[in-house]
């Protein structure tokens, strides 16, 4: 074999050249360098014309021969590499199941429907069961049978969203009251928790917010029995024990009346400047009262046996001290983080 060919040399660093190959790429890159046009054993071949005619034969049998083998070796490494790719791709996509999910949102109840189901969860426990009633409301379950009297200036257009055909969204869930004595009889224990509506719309106003009644009728119902169940109530809601205020007032569909104010739960009245009480040390959430005989009558319950309570508790204002919120209108401006768990 004529030295001047070196074959043993193209071969040694055909090696070399693949063993450091990485990639197709890099691979392409050794295939151009030895076989491709200008390729170092493809310049040998073309060169076999100037040997002396002897030598051709022989060397051209082991030129092609290290062709072929080179041919074969890159066909190997290719599959090798991209074997190795598979492998590689596995391993990246390759699921592990301990991981914790990727929680990027947890859908919530609003804070006020959390306040809803924590009230109903509690009065359910003391036997209540739960009426909703209408949005949609006639003037007489409104008004009329709760004895309310015309000239009330709850029935003021001022106050009150009127329907043209006369009907109305009701302004409390105090109708519920009546609904539920014609639909269940006496003896009754009912919440009806919902929407209410009032022509309003200032800072501390909503045009629409949310009540919860409670109404028991049974035989010799104390007032006594009122204090210990809404207390009970509220305390259970807060978890401790709060203080009571119970303050004379007047509703027409209750006789005697009462309005519930409870302890500051920001500063239990140690503040003079407390943002929640303004110092007073008191907060106002409830309306209640012994149900008037005229509203037991309208519910066809018989008044001289049965008699009872009702109360009305704002759920705005609960929500609003429980999740600490200072002002009312954050809870109907639709911020999306008031729907994220954790709050
Ligand atoms: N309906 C009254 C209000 O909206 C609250 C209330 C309910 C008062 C039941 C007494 C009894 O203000």
Request: proline share 4%; aromatic share 10%.
């Amino acid at each position: 074999m004529p030295d001047d060919l070196n074959i043993a040399g193209v071969r040694d660093n055909f090696k070399n050249s693949l063993a450091s190959a990485k990639s197709f790429n890099e691979l392409d890159d050794v295939r151009v360098k030895y076989i491709g046009k200008k390729g170092e054993l493809t310049l040998l071949l073309r060169s076999l014309g100037k040997l002396p005619p002897e030598q051709r034969k022989a060397a051209g049998q082991e030129l092609n021969l290290l062709r072929d083998q080179i041919e074969q070796e890159l066909n190997t490494a290719a599959i090798k590499i991209k074997a190795s790719e598979n492998e590689q791709l596995e391993l990246n996509q390759q699921i592990d199941v301990t991981l914790p999910a990727r929680n990027d949102f947890n859908g919530a109840f609003h804070p006020v429907m959390q306040t809803m189901h924590e009230l109903v969860n509690i009065m359910q426990g003391l036997g209540y069961s739960v009426a909703l009633g209408s949005e949609i409301e006639q003037d007489f379950y409104n008004f009329e049978c709760l004895n309310i009297p015309k000239w009330h200036p709850a029935r003021d257009m001022q106050d009150t969203f009127y329907f043209d055909n006369g009907e109305l969204l009701r302004t409390h869930t105090s109708p519920v009251q009546v609904h539920a004595m014609l639909e269940y009889g006496a003896p009754l224990r009912v919440i009806c928790p919902g929407k209410v509506y009032r022509r309003d719309n200032d800072t501390t106003h909503s045009p629409m917010f949310n009540q919860m009644e409670g109404l028991l009728i049974d035989r010799d119902v104390s007032f006594s029995v009122l204090k210990g169940t809404v207390s009970e109530m509220v305390n259970a809601f807060f978890g401790r024990e709060l203080k009571y205020r119970f303050r004379a007032s007047y509703f027409p569909f209750t006789e005697p009346s009462m309005e519930l104010d409870i302890e500051c739960v920001e500063c239990s009245g140690h503040n003079k400047n407390c943002r929640v009480c303004h110092g007073t040390g008191w907060l106002e959430v409830a309306g209640m009262g012994m149900v008037h005989p005229e509203v037991i009558k309208a519910g066809k319950i018989d008044p001289e046996i049965y008699n009872g309570f009702a109360f009305g508790i704002g759920l705005d204002r609960m929500a609003m001290l429980k999740y600490g919120i200072n002002d009312l209108r954050l809870l109907f401006d639709g911020d999306i983080s008031f729907l994220q768990s954790g709050f």
